[in-house]
């Protein structure tokens, strides 16, 4: 079967031919257990809804090119938050622009009037990105768009009345994030203006007023405001009820380039609030940013995905049929952490499902020693294990004296990752360089989880629960067999219910 889709009814290029699904997926650094598009050029996830049993992952997509070009929304499902099947171009550009970021939601009591109550539409909120506009020096090329499917995502028609917001001369404005609002009965709108947020709200995704700002004397400055996204979320083993802010930013981020921060405040249904003075981060690495999470999610389960790579090296991974990935699927939470509340990041219970738990061991390493342990294939992997030590450093290693090292610092209270001697590093100077550090000041005095899954070039580190988390992509010239454990401490380092264990493809 070929995949097509259609652009003012006529047929336009297929994105990819699921005949030859066999050669897919197959391609030097191509992730196994990760969404990646059949071929070309993907960045931001968009319109992350769920409906009918459908998770829905649109995506920026250029079927043109490895590189950035004018954006279309691609688009894949899945059931199960973890295979997932690739679907036609879902938004192509037209006359006001390219389809830029953005979201989608049930519209359940069709209040756009774009479907029925017994078949309410999805709509669409995305950006329309004129270029011809920013090619003459303009600063209203950016303006705001609809459309809706009622076919739940298969096909979809623009709003006639687009733009629903026009701009009136603010250079990045763009990104809407769009949910129900209870507080207020009414749709609320997220969108970035430069450096700060707006919220704006509507009865019938039509018609839009602003109502507040939020961000211009907070937060990190350090680039432009992307990708918003607001929720609440109780603290977990209380009634508490506080709402997360994401926020986008580039550059700016902690270890260069790219990443995405976020705040803990209050909403009153209108205006966004916090006293957060720390800048903090869902992930500390280089490699996850623009991530948001879905809408219309059952049990309100707050569902986060990102675009696995950086803007600082984006478009020079040495990749050649397909550009990028996303992280995978994880759920956020709140804890309370020394008297503070955090942002728990985590993988979904249903990643398990394609991992082949491996036996659970107690290792002990010597003070000032290490152990080398082999695999097949540790970039199609997890490993696990729970450890009270403060200091160690994990090296995982090929025959070609590569090496992706993961050092937990006890005098610096930071875990490092550093890629620098870890395979093809030198396609660009911000990769080459790059050894990134996370602070850990809050790490539990007993034990603790560390869980790493790596897949052919990337490695996701969570500890302690996801209370601190790093995403980087790598990119070895052959896969990783070898894992020395180092001890640097006088005591002996304990390692318990170690596991290796592979994951499957999901292609």
């Not at 050894?435 to 790493?452: A, D, F, K, S």
Request: aromatic content about 14%; some cysteine.
């Amino acid at each position: 079967m070929t995949l097509l889709s259609c652009k003012d009814g006529e047929k336009v290029k297929p994105i990819n031919a699921v005949s030859e699904q066999q050669n897919l997926y197959q391609e030097a650094y191509r992730p196994q257990f990760h969404f990646s598009p059949p071929e070309k050029w993907m960045n931001d996830p968009n319109g992350l809804v769920y409906n009918q049993g459908v998770y829905h992952l649109f995506y920026q997509y250029y079927p043109e090119d490895i590189v950035w070009g004018p954006m279309h929304w691609g688009h894949a499902i899945s059931k199960d938050m973890v295979h997932w099947e690739n679907k036609p171009i879902a938004l192509f550009p037209d006359e006001h622009g390219y389809i830029f970021s953005g979201s989608a939601v049930v519209d359940t009591d069709n209040s756009s009037g774009f479907g029925r109550l017994d078949n309410p539409p999805l709509v669409a909120i995305f950006t329309y990105h004129k270029a011809e506009g920013a090619e003459e020096g303009r600063n209203d090329f950016q303006t705001q768009g609809i459309a809706y499917s009622l076919d739940n995502g298969d096909t979809w028609v623009k709003y006639e009345g687009n733009p629903v917001i026009r701009n009136e001369g603010i250079k990045d404005f763009r990104d809407p994030k769009v949910f129900w609002n209870d507080k207020t009965n009414n749709w609320t709108m997220l969108l970035v203006a430069g450096d700060h947020l707006q919220i704006w709200q509507s009865p019938d995704l039509k018609d839009w007023d602003k109502v507040s700002e939020f961000g211009k004397d907070q937060g990190a400055h350090g680039g432009v405001w992307e990708c918003p996204d607001l929720f609440p979320l109780k603290v977990e083993g209380t009634d508490l009820e506080k709402w997360v802010l994401l926020i986008s930013i580039n550059p700016g981020a902690p270890n260069g380039g790219s990443g995405t921060q976020y705040f803990i405040g209050d909403f009153d249904g209108k205006t966004f609030t916090s006293d957060q003075k720390e800048h903090k981060w869902i992930d500390w690495g280089t490699d996850n940013y623009a991530g948001v999470t879905y809408n219309n999610v059952p049990n309100n389960d707050r569902i986060f995905i990102g675009w696995m790579s950086n803007w600082a090296y984006a478009q020079e991974t040495p990749t050649e049929k397909w550009r990028s990935a996303m992280t995978l699927p994880t759920k956020l939470t709140l804890r309370q952490v020394n008297g503070a509340i955090e942002l728990f990041n985590y993988p979904l219970d249903s990643v398990d499902k394609i991992r082949n738990l491996g036996a659970q061991e107690n290792i002990s390493v010597d003070p000032q020693s290490e152990k080398s342990l082999t695999f097949d294939h540790f970039n199609s992997s997890e490993v696990k294990f729970k450890t009270s030590s403060r200091a160690f450093s994990l090296d995982f290693q090929n025959s070609l004296g590569e090496n992706l090292s993961l050092i937990l610092d006890a005098e610096n209270l930071q875990f490092v990752l550093d890629r620098s001697q870890s395979g093809k590093v030198s396609f660009d100077d911000d990769f080459i360089k790059n050894v990134q550090t996370m602070p850990v000041p809050n790490l539990p005095r007993g034990e603790y989880e560390v869980r790493i899954i790596m897949d052919w070039s990337s490695v996701e580190v969570f500890i302690n629960g996801g209370q601190y988390v790093m995403t980087a992509q790598i990119f070895p010239n052959e896969y990783y067999k070898t894992l020395v454990i180092s001890n640097p401490e006088d005591n002996k380092l304990e390692m318990e219910k170690f596991t290796i264990s592979p994951i499957k493809s999901i292609w």
